[in-house]
Structure formats: C-alpha cells, structure tokens
C-alpha cells in the first residue's frame, strides 16, 4: 500500500480535529470574553504539559512531512490494521465534534471552570464526564495506528495518564463550583467511558 495514501488521510484527521478543537475554543473565548490563565494547574504541571505537547505535535508533524524521520519506530502493521486506525480516526473525529458542540462555551484550556460557567449535562457528557481526555488521546493512538509507529501511539497513551493525573484537581474545582450537583452528576457517568448501568 502507497504510504503517501496513509500520510494524507492521517494528515485530513489530523488537522479535522485541530480545526474543530481550534474553533470551538476560539468560539468560547469570544462569546464569554473571558481567557483563562493557564497557570492555575501550577508551574510543575504547566511544564510537564509544556514539553510534552512538543513531542506530542512534533512527531505527528515529523511523519506527515517525511516518515523517514520517523522510521526508527515503525511498528510493521498490516494494511488492515492501519485501514482500522483510520475507521477509528474517522469516528474519533465525529466524537471531537460532539463533545465540542456539546460544552459549547464552557471549554477551558485549564482545569478551572469560566466564570458563568453551567454545568454540562446533555450530548456526550449525559455519559462521560471527560470526554475531551477521552478523544483527545485517541486521536493519537489512532495516529500511530494509521502511522505505523509505535512511538506517537505511546505519546498518546502517555497523554491520557497526564490528563488522567489532573482529572482530580478539575473535579474538585468542579464539585466547588455545583456542590450536590456535581456529585450527583458523578454519580451517573462515567469518568472517561460510558457508565454501564442506567444513565438516565
């Protein structure tokens, strides 16, 4: 199979999502007039984010432009395994959208809430609390998978523990901003997947 085929849909997802991340965060700030400081998640945690966003971006990026740079972790995929990477990317991608269009302008850069900010009930986070943690990852992981790398899937997996380790601090922002409803809220779903159970 044509690598230069796998480069350009990885490439369409890729930055599908960036767009669609990029104007709902833009939409947010305009329509709130409010720009939240990244420094609230503390110095440590800002740097670790910092220098890992650089690896995160940077390999994706190195392999669109040349996957020669990226040879070193080339895993050896069949093509059905990285068609399926695709498939994946594909449906992440309608996930990116949803949860966007669901928080609306509640999205933040940050685990602080925006001032006005409502709590986000209906769309996706009717079943996952965190569903950005959740597609954001795996846009990665399905990168790798279409990349036939190893190391931007880790970068992804990487990811998720990251955001996984300052989920805590966002819910107890979160349950100091809605008290019982928050926890109520918990209650029902699911961190970062689906509650089994009733969600109603």
């Given amino acids: ?20 991340s990029g104007y709902f965060r833009r939409k947010a700030d305009r329509e709130t007039g409010e720009k939240i400081s990244r420094r609230v998640d503390g110095t440590v945690m800002m740097t670790i984010i910092r220098i890992g966003g650089l690896f995160l971006w940077f390999s994706p990026l190195a392999y669109l432009i040349n996957p020669q740079w990226m040879a070193w972790s080339k895993i050896g995929l069949h093509d059905w395994a990285r068609w399926l990477g695709v498939a994946l990317g594909i449906l992440n991608t309608f996930g990116i959208y949803w949860l966007f269009s669901s928080i609306g302008s509640g999205i933040t850069p940050t685990s602080a809430t925006r001032t006005e900010h409502k709590l986000v009930t209906h769309g996706i986070y009717k079943y ?27 970068l ?45």
């Fill in 1 to 20: 199979m044509n690598e230069n085929i796998f480069r350009i849909l990885a490439a369409l997802i890729l930055f599908t999502g960036m767009g669609i």
């Fill in 128 to 154: 996952i609390r965190h569903p950005l943690y959740t597609f954001g990852a795996s846009m990665f992981i399905y990168f790798g998978m279409m990349a036939d790398n190893w190391f931007i899937a880790v």
């Fill in 156 to 200: 992804g997996i990487l990811t998720f523990i990251l955001m996984a380790i300052r989920t805590p601090k966002e819910e107890a922002n979160l349950i100091e901003k809605f008290g019982d409803e928050y926890r109520d809220y918990m209650k029902r779903t699911g961190r970062f997947m689906p509650k089994l159970g009733d969600n109603s």
